[in-house]
């Protein structure tokens, strides 16, 4: 009774490719059945594991990097690998703020804490560079810790899905993955310009103020600030930026809010520069401008500014240089470049539409300002 039957569903005699084709299917579809989640997680295991090796190799470069560099420039009497090497596994415990009240100053002291800790350990790697060389290590080892940071995290997720086969886990890394590798990438395009002081997209802001007071007398206002006072449109402009040409960012807030004190808030205007991130479809160096404090980070230089602003009730205005992500840490591009004039023609014209003659306005070219001077 059963042969019959078989033999009408497996009919071999008539069709043999068929029934081959049906007996490969219903094995296809059994095996996909009971196994197609583990054979789904091996594949993406595999392209989590490719871009790992991928990741492994830019931090080991970047590594090699530093190493190299720091010896070139700071000839140490020493060996510096073991300092390199912890330099990289360096790490910083963000303030408590259950209670907010105060945890801007926490924060703030905590990362003059680390920005002068750097420092020290930069200059006892390496004891021949000058100041600007300094600046410019201490961002090298910085993008360097941000490669090692970017692969160990990966590397503990791609390990955890692995031990504990779920699903979920790995197809979250997998959907995270194009935009962590882009981000790497840029920290790896970052360590040549930080190697050979050249100026970066995150620069834009810093090089408006720079030929803005191209010329003027500078003088510190802040910590790494410089500024210069500059005619404009019948208005005096305060013009400042982080004092170059070392890879540097200083303390803008603290500059702008000590600028309206001193003027005890009769200030006009206050126009923020800075490169900004473009979304995708939008061309790098297109200029934009708005309202408020166009200062990245952490917070702390951003706060202060709005604090000295709604205390006087000074209107703060934005204009931004709009780049890529990777734009920002690498090697200015030309479209970038290019964008500087029309950002300081919307300047003017922001100074003469928003401020009288005789007024006092702030401009504040934000950003790194390494391979660029004033």
């Known amino acids: 009774m059963i042969m019959p039957q078989l033999s009408q569903l497996l009919p071999i005699g008539d069709n043999l490719l068929g029934t081959i084709m049906q007996l490969a299917f219903f094995a296809f579809f059994i095996v996909f059945m009971f196994y197609g989640q583990r054979i789904q997680i091996y594949i993406i295991l595999r392209e989590v594991e490719s871009s790992l090796m991928r990741l492994k190799f830019m931090r080991d470069k970047g590594r090699k990097i530093a190493i190299d560099t720091i010896k070139d420039i700071g000839k140490p009497s020493t060996d510096p690998t073991q300092r390199v090497d912890q330099f990289l596994e360096y790490f910083a415990i963000a303030p408590v703020n259950m209670d907010p009240s105060g945890v801007i100053q926490k924060l703030e002291h905590l990362l003059d804490v680390r920005d002068l800790r750097f420092k020290d350990d930069v200059h006892l790697m390496a004891p021949q560079a000058d100041k600007?060389?300094?600046?410019?290590?201490?961002?090298?080892?910085?993008?360097?810790?941000?490669?090692?940071?970017?692969?160990?995290?990966?590397?503990?997720?791609?390990?955890?899905?692995?031990?504990?086969?779920?699903?979920?886990?790995?197809?979250?890394?997998?959907?995270?993955?194009?935009?962590?590798?882009?981000?790497?990438?840029?920290?790896?395009?970052?360590?040549?310009?930080?190697?050979?002081?050249?100026?970066?997209?995150?620069?834009?802001?810093?090089?408006?103020?720079?030929?803005l007071m191209l010329g003027h007398k500078k003088t510190q206002i802040a910590k790494d600030v410089v500024m210069a006072k500059v005619p404009i449109e019948g208005r005096t402009a305060y013009v400042i930026k982080a004092e170059g040409p070392g890879a540097n960012v200083g303390k803008p807030g603290e500059a702008m809010k000590r600028i309206i004190e001193e003027n005890d808030g009769k200030i006009a205007l206050t126009i923020v520069v800075d490169a900004g991130l473009k979304l995708e479809g939008e061309k790098p160096g297109e200029v934009a401008e708005g309202v408020g404090v166009a200062i990245g980070g952490p917070g702390v230089e951003k706060y202060k500014v709005e604090e000295g602003a709604l205390k006087h009730k000074v209107p703060v205005n934005a204009i931004i240089i709009k780049e890529d992500i990777g734009d920002a840490v690498s090697p200015m591009r030309k479209e970038i470049f290019d964008a500087i004039d029309p950002a300081i023609e919307r300047i003017k014209r922001l100074i003469l539409e928003r401020s009288k003659e005789g007024d006092k306005v702030i401009i504040a070219g934000i950003g790194n300002t390494i391979g660029i001077g004033q």
């Open 132 to 211: 600007t060389q300094t600046n410019n290590l201490e961002n090298m080892l910085e993008a360097a810790l941000a490669l090692n940071i970017i692969f160990k995290i990966m590397r503990h997720f791609y390990i955890l899905g692995k031990k504990t086969f779920s699903l979920f886990i790995i197809m979250q890394l997998q959907m995270v993955l194009p935009l962590i590798m882009r981000e790497a990438e840029a920290y790896a395009n970052a360590l040549k310009a930080f190697t050979e002081g050249q100026p970066i997209g995150d620069g834009a802001g810093a090089l408006v103020a720079a030929k």
